[in-house]
């Protein structure tokens, strides 16, 4: 029984604000050719648990985010991590 509105709460919970964060700390880090993000994540997704389909694909999401980040931030000499 999930709606809409929760998924979405429940991404923005886990996803949002490390991206947005990355977004306004790159900017200085971009600017000084150096840096380093580090997202916090989590193994779950890669257990399987039982009635964590949400949580579990929130946190898959962030190393996806991680990855993209990590290749569009390299050249300019930021190190993305989770």
């Not at 962030?62 to 991590?81: F, P, S």
């Amino acid at each position: 029984d999930v709606s809409a509105a929760y998924w979405d709460e429940r991404m923005a919970v886990n996803l949002r604000h490390q991206f947005f964060c990355a977004q306004a700390a790159a900017k200085s880090m971009r600017a000084n050719r150096r840096g380093s993000i580090i997202n916090m994540g989590s193994i779950s997704w890669h257990l399987a648990l039982p009635e964590l389909t949400l949580y579990m694909t929130a946190k898959a999401a962030i190393e996806g985010l991680t990855r993209g980040l990590a290749r569009d931030l390299g050249a300019h000499g930021i190190r993305v991590n989770t």
